[in-house]
C-alpha cells in the first residue's frame, strides 16, 4: 500500500484527542472502542464530529447515514468514509 500521509483511523484518532480528550489525552483509545459508551463523544460532539469529517473527506453525510454502525467507534468512521468515497484509500 502507497500511503503518502496519516491513515483515516490516524486522522479521525488524532482530532478526538485534540477535540473530546484535550486534557485526558492520553488515555487509552482503540479504534473498536465505543465512543458513546466510554463517555468520548456526547450528542453535540458528535455534531462537531460529523462537520470535521465532512470537511477534512469532501463529503456530504445524509441524515440517514447518522446510524451507530457507521459512526460508533473509529473503525466504523472510517469504514463509512471509504464506502462514500469509494476507494479503499480516502484522502482529501
Not at 500511503?3 to 479521525?12: A, K, R, V
Not at 492520553?26 to 472502542?33: E, S, T
Not at 450528542?43 to 464530529?49: D, E, K, Q, Y
Amino acid at each position: 500500500m502507497n500511503q503518502t500521509g496519516p491513515s483515516i483511523e490516524q486522522t479521525l484518532t488524532a482530532y478526538i484527542r485534540e477535540e473530546c480528550l484535550p486534557k485526558n489525552g492520553l488515555i487509552p483509545l482503540d479504534v473498536h472502542d465505543d465512543l458513546f459508551q466510554r463517555g468520548i463523544v456526547d450528542s453535540a460532539g458528535l455534531i462537531s464530529f460529523i462537520s470535521f469529517v465532512e470537511r477534512e473527506y469532501s463529503l456530504s453525510i445524509p441524515d440517514e447515514d447518522l446510524l451507530p454502525q457507521n459512526f460508533a467507534t473509529i473503525a466504523s468512521i472510517a469504514g463509512y468514509i471509504r464506502s462514500r468515497k469509494g476507494d479503499g484509500h480516502a484522502r482529501h
